[in-house]
């Protein structure tokens, strides 16, 4: 139970971001910006936080798998999802994403040697169901008006990200969550700092005659709640719930989004819609749940695989 608190939280706190980075977008700060912001500041969040813990050793090939994490989970998956949004509709963007658990679902059955049982897919598919209804139920005369370009770098962004999961699955039973994300962040910030750090200047809230407090708060909450505390219940959660189970809870992102979308007058649901979106997701989740041992993960196998 504490994996699907923790993981719960995690995407709780995606989805309130959803409408901080829409109005972040609004009030003229680059997406790109916000990219580098966020790395930059867990990176070096990340680093302080573990000079106050017990010190891990890295082996040199976790190191190597932890970049790759890197770039999938944060530094080309952030940089991806910016790209895409800009040639990408809203709605394909969010059609896409239900993709997720296919992903993990596959990869974790090619990887880690998970078992696809019929309870599983249809876990998975309930959870696409619902996501989908949510997606749609929430349209109100808009079309899925993305260029062909941007829809492939949003698939490619999920894709990535379900790589992200499964791959850091094993080091979670190594490592702590603040070492692993503090080589992950610090690889993110070096990769993305030549393409992205050049926005800076553009901030408006960076400058005195733009200062605006409202835009600094967006910003204080997108980089401390959205991203240091996010990512660091991520590994947390997938120390006792597999990836599959972790990547269904995405679809908790757009409920939470679409009911501040709500609450603040940005959009309207019919609440049978969004009540049976929801049920659906979370039966998809429950049909997927099965209490996992921690360190009963086979890592010579593992090793076989080339992940250890």
Not at 60 to 88: E, H, P, R, T, W
Not at 226 to 232: G, K, P, R, V
Not at 259 to 274: E, L, N, P, V
């Amino acid at each position: 139970m504490r994996g699907h608190i923790l993981i719960l939280t995690a995407n709780v706190l995606f989805g309130i971001s959803m409408p901080v980075f829409k109005y972040l977008l609004s009030s003229d700060v680059p997406p790109e910006a916000i990219t580098i912001m966020r790395a930059s500041f867990a990176c070096v969040m990340f680093w302080l936080t573990s000079l106050f813990m017990p010190m891990e050793k890295v082996a040199g090939k976790d190191l190597a798998i932890l970049f790759v994490c890197a770039m999938c989970g944060v530094g080309i998956n952030q940089y991806l999802f910016v790209l895409g949004l800009k040639s990408s509709s809203p709605v394909d963007a969010s059609i896409i994403a239900t993709s997720v658990p296919i992903f993990v679902m596959l990869l974790a059955a090619i990887i880690l040697k998970e078992p696809v049982t019929a309870k599983k897919a249809s876990g998975v598919m309930l959870g696409v169901c619902g996501g989908l209804l949510l997606v749609f139920s929430s349209i109100h005369g808009e079309t899925g008006n993305g260029t062909l370009h941007g829809d492939m770098l949003m698939f490619v962004n999920q894709l990535m990200y379900s790589v992200y999961l499964v791959r850091s699955k094993p080091l979670t039973a190594k490592y702590s969550s603040v070492t692993m994300m503090k080589w992950m962040f610090l690889f993110s910030t070096l990769i993305l700092t030549p393409f992205c750090a050049g926005t800076l200047a553009e901030v408006p809230t960076f400058h005195a005659d733009t200062f605006s407090w409202s835009q600094t708060e967006a910003l204080f909450y997108l980089l401390f709640g959205a991203t240091y505390l996010a990512f660091m219940l991520i590994p947390m959660a997938l120390k006792t719930i597999r990836p599959t189970v972790a990547s269904m809870y995405n679809y908790v992102q757009p409920i939470v989004a679409s009911a501040i979308a709500i609450a603040i007058g940005q959009d309207t649901f019919s609440i049978i819609k969004i009540g049976f979106a929801s049920a659906c997701v979370w039966w998809g989740i429950s049909r997927n749940h099965k209490p996992q041992q921690t360190g009963t993960l086979n890592y010579q196998k593992l090793n076989n695989y080339g992940i250890l």
